[in-house]
């Protein structure tokens, strides 16, 4: 695999809004501007055509697209010979203090009839359509504030030669102060019409969706989820696009709420995608700008979701601005490979990947690294988009053309970059990464680091034994024996910091009621993700699960400043590897029952957890089954 291109090009207007076209994924439709135009800078929408792998990538069609706001984001329906491009541009000011905000445009994209980049480029881009899908803002601020932040599209399909589908898309305002929506609409046409609304969703007074995607199931179903600063929504979609009515009941649902101790400030879900039918990606940026965490949703059928997987972002990142992933093509199990890229606060990306198992083990690998870039764009990064990829289809006896993906990121520098990655294709369907692949890197970074150590001891032992003389012989037989009893300073001073952090750490550091896997997260993450614990307090913790005699037999937990902290309380408490069959049995129907803990969840999460004896009736079985 050879290694990815870097193609760059330029505006003359800081961009906030980016989409590939569906049918032609190398080329990048951006849009952007000064706003109202007291500053002298133009808001435009420009196609570049980022096929040719180019250093430096001029555009292909160009429009002013209003004199009264900037560009705030963009999407696109195929056409056969270009795209219509759905943005969400405001009225002028006086317009909307007066009740009137098309914020809703279309333009036609027209693509060059030339494929050549050598030529020059003939696109060309028009309006076609302005209309307004939200509520008309009631008070003054949200009327003068108020704008559509985020346009989103059902996926296409992810072939080449499919029939176009039905598409449905979701807009977001912004800035509208307790009028906030989310508008779900029929995206069938250039100018979506009342009738064309799906759900109108009120958001709570002083909340905004700072992200929202949709899964598309079948024809005419769909799942819309999107995210506030603490909370995931789900919006059921069932919809005859031919009689264009609604069918069955269309379920609003909260499916998760970020946990946090009660003082001091909270983490902030930033965005959110689909991976698919059961998995949601959240970004959650820390507190304070400390760190950025990927979180794993795991969707049940009732009840709110989990969090299975939980990556930690490299220390550099401190805030992500936005993300995206692409799903690439699938095998005939349903499986498939995920690429998710993070644009960051200092202008870095950061690029994973996952596979997923397909719907019978409806499972996902873990996190792996495919690389990072660093000072990306000059300015802040605003957005981060992948192209869409198709699977080719060949005739019988004909090799397929080399296949690629494409990554985008734009800043308020009016700068592009885009980068060009080859997919590889391993028979049934392509990846961005093999496990080979990830087995080299990994090799070689250990490889790295032992010629580094090895350098550096050759350069101390330079300074301190020029005659290698101590290399010899260090110390005697005899003293070597006797040091080897003794302790290094590393281990003393671990071991100091250790008893500081729990002096005085004798009774529960909390007693709950919780789900178990929101425990987890909470207080022992490093046993949900695949990273170590990030201090010595994570990594001694305990947690007991028992019958509370005081709330009726019902089930407590309890987190303890260690395993020796635990059993001075609960002696008779047993890890759940200790457990026999029975007593297995018995604990996951009794954490079942109580929602601590579902079967999809596994039995993973509950190792390393202790639990006391089984008490109340529920004993009284078990002792009855132990004794035979």
Same mark, same amino acid.
């Given at each position: &695999?050879?290694?990815?291109?870097?193609?760059?090009?330029?505006?003359?207007?800081?961009?906030?809004?980016?989409?590939?076209?569906?049918?032609?994924?190398?080329?990048?439709?951006?849009?952007?501007?000064?706003?109202?135009? *007291?500053?002298?800078?133009?808001?435009?929408?420009?196609?570049?055509?980022?096929?040719?792998?180019?250093?430096?990538?001029?555009?292909?069609?160009?429009?002013?697209?209003?004199?009264?706001?900037?560009?705030?984001?963009?999407?696109?329906?195929?056409?056969?010979?270009?795209?219509?491009?759905?943005?969400?541009?405001?009225?002028?000011?006086?317009?909307?203090?007066?009740?009137?905000?098309?914020?809703?445009?279309?333009?036609?994209?027209?693509?060059?009839?030339?494929?050549?980049?050598?030529?020059?480029?003939?696109? /060309?881009?028009?309006?076609?359509?302005?209309?307004?899908?939200?509520?008309? +803002?009631?008070?003054?601020?949200?009327?003068? #504030?108020?704008?559509? *932040?985020?346009?989103?599209?059902?996926?296409?399909?992810?072939?080449?030669?499919?029939?176009?589908?039905?598409?449905?898309?979701?807009?977001?305002?912004?800035?509208?102060?307790?009028?906030?929506?989310?508008?779900?609409?029929?995206?069938?046409?250039?100018?979506?019409?009342?009738?064309?609304?799906?759900?109108?969703?009120?958001?709570?007074?002083?909340?905004?969706?700072?992200?929202?995607?949709?899964?598309?199931?079948?024809?005419?179903?769909?799942?819309?989820?999107?995210?506030?600063?603490?909370?995931?929504?789900?919006?059921?979609?069932?919809?005859?696009?031919?009689?264009?009515?609604?069918?069955?009941?269309?379920?609003? *649902?909260?499916?998760?709420?970020?946990?946090?101790?009660?003082?001091? @400030?909270?983490?902030?879900?930033?965005?959110?995608?689909?991976?698919?039918?059961?998995?949601?990606?959240?970004?959650?940026?820390?507190?304070?700008?400390?760190?950025?965490?990927?979180?794993?949703?795991?969707?049940? #059928?009732?009840?709110?979701?989990?969090?299975?997987?939980?990556?930690?972002?490299?220390?550099?990142?401190?805030?992500?601005?936005? &993300?995206?992933?692409?799903?690439?093509?699938?095998?005939? #199990?349903?499986?498939?490979?995920? @690429?998710?890229?993070?644009?960051?606060?200092?202008?870095?990306? $950061?690029?994973?990947? &996952?596979?997923?198992?397909?719907?019978?083990?409806?499972?996902?690998?873990?996190?792996?690294?495919?690389?990072?870039?660093?000072?990306?764009?000059?300015?802040?990064? $605003?957005?981060?988009?992948?192209?869409?990829?198709?699977? +080719?289809?060949?005739?019988?006896?004909?090799?397929?053309?080399?296949?690629?993906?494409?990554?985008?990121?734009?800043?308020?520098?009016?700068?592009?970059?885009?980068?060009?990655?080859?997919?590889?294709?391993?028979?049934?369907?392509?990846?961005?990464?093999?496990?080979?692949? *990830?087995?080299?890197?990994?090799?070689?970074?250990?490889?790295?680091?032992?010629?580094?150590?090895?350098?550096?001891?050759?350069?101390?032992?330079?300074?301190?034994?020029?005659?290698?003389?101590? $290399?010899? /012989?260090?110390?005697?037989?005899?003293?070597?024996?006797?040091?080897?009893?003794?302790?290094?300073?590393?281990?003393?001073?671990?071991?100091?910091?250790?008893?500081?952090?729990?002096?005085?750490?004798?009774?529960?550091?909390?007693?709950?009621?919780?789900?178990?896997?929101?425990? %987890?997260? %909470?207080?022992?993450?490093?046993?949900?993700?695949?990273?170590?614990?990030?201090?010595?307090?994570?990594?001694?913790?305990?947690?007991?699960?028992?019958?509370?005699?005081?709330?009726?037999?019902?089930?407590?937990?309890?987190?303890?400043?260690?395993?020796?902290?635990?059993?001075?309380?609960?002696?008779?408490?047993?890890?759940?590897?200790?457990?026999?069959?029975?007593?297995?049995?018995?604990?996951?129907?009794?954490?079942?029952?109580?929602?601590?803990?579902?079967?999809?969840?596994?039995?993973?999460?509950?190792?390393?957890?202790?639990?006391?004896?089984?008490?109340?009736?529920?004993?009284?079985?078990?002792?009855?089954?132990?004794?035979?």
């Amino acid at each position: &695999m050879s290694r990815p291109t870097v193609s760059k090009a330029q505006t003359n207007y800081p961009i906030f809004a980016a989409t590939f076209a569906n049918n032609r994924p190398g080329i990048l439709v951006v849009g952007g501007g000064g706003g109202a135009g *007291r500053s002298g800078v133009k808001n435009q929408i420009t196609a570049f055509d980022f096929s040719s792998r180019a250093p430096t990538v001029q555009p292909i069609a160009e429009i002013e697209a209003s004199k009264d706001d900037s560009v705030t984001c963009l999407a696109n329906l195929s056409t056969r010979d270009g795209a219509i491009l759905y943005a969400g541009i405001n009225s002028s000011e006086d317009e909307r203090l007066n009740g009137s905000n098309e914020h809703f445009r279309a333009f036609e994209l027209q693509f060059p009839k030339s494929k050549a980049a050598s030529e020059k480029a003939d696109g /060309s881009i028009g309006l076609l359509s302005k209309t307004s899908l939200f509520t008309t +803002p009631q008070s003054a601020g949200a009327k003068k #504030e108020g704008y559509q *932040r985020i346009v989103k599209l059902s996926p296409p399909p992810r072939t080449t030669s499919s029939a176009p589908n039905r598409r449905i898309g979701a807009i977001v305002s912004s800035l509208a102060g307790d009028e906030n929506e989310v508008v779900i609409f029929s995206a069938t046409s250039n100018k979506p019409a009342e009738q064309d609304i799906l759900g109108r969703i009120t958001l709570h007074k002083g909340q905004e969706a700072n992200d929202v995607d949709i899964f598309t199931q079948g024809e005419g179903r769909f799942l819309v989820a999107y995210a506030t600063d603490q909370d995931i929504f789900i919006q059921d979609v069932n919809y005859d696009f031919e009689q264009k009515t609604t069918r069955g009941k269309n379920e609003h *649902r909260k499916v998760y709420t970020m946990p946090h101790v009660d003082k001091g @400030a909270k983490s902030r879900l930033r965005c959110l995608r689909w991976l698919s039918p059961r998995h949601l990606l959240l970004l959650s940026n820390k507190p304070n700008r400390t760190g950025v965490d990927l979180l794993v949703l795991h969707l049940y #059928e009732e009840g709110p979701g989990s969090i299975i997987l939980r990556k930690k972002l490299p220390k550099h990142v401190k805030a992500g601005t936005d &993300m995206d992933v692409c799903l690439l093509d699938v095998d005939d #199990e349903g499986a498939y490979q995920i @690429a998710i890229a993070v644009g960051a606060l200092d202008v870095s990306l $950061t690029i994973y990947t &996952m596979d997923y198992h397909g719907p019978a083990r409806d499972s996902l690998s873990k996190f792996h690294s495919f690389n990072s870039y660093h000072n990306v764009h000059d300015l802040q990064m $605003t957005k981060v988009v992948f192209s869409p990829f198709h699977r +080719p289809e060949v005739p019988a006896g004909r090799k397929a053309p080399p296949q690629y993906l494409r990554l985008a990121s734009t800043s308020l520098g009016n700068s592009i970059s885009c980068e060009t990655f080859d997919l590889i294709d391993i028979g049934s369907r392509h990846v961005l990464q093999t496990a080979r692949s *990830r087995n080299l890197f990994t090799a070689a970074t250990y490889l790295v680091v032992a010629m580094v150590v090895a350098v550096m001891a050759l350069l101390i032992q330079s300074v301190i034994d020029p005659e290698g003389q101590l $290399t010899k /012989s260090i110390l005697p037989a005899s003293l070597q024996n006797a040091a080897s009893h003794h302790k290094s300073f590393g281990e003393t001073l671990r071991e100091k910091r250790h008893e500081a952090v729990l002096n005085n750490a004798d009774s529960p550091v909390v007693k709950t009621g919780q789900r178990i896997a929101d425990i %987890l997260h %909470l207080h022992l993450p490093h046993l949900l993700s695949d990273t170590e614990p990030s201090d010595a307090s994570s990594q001694q913790k305990a947690l007991v699960i028992h019958h509370d005699a005081e709330s009726d037999d019902a089930l407590s937990t309890e987190v303890h400043a260690g395993d020796e902290a635990l059993l001075k309380k609960h002696a008779a408490a047993k890890k759940w590897e200790d457990l026999s069959k029975e007593e297995k049995k018995l604990w996951k129907e009794r954490l079942s029952g109580a929602g601590m803990w579902a079967v999809g969840e596994g039995e993973t999460i509950l190792k390393s957890i202790f639990f006391g004896q089984v008490g109340g009736a529920i004993g009284q079985v078990a002792e009855g089954v132990l004794r035979g």
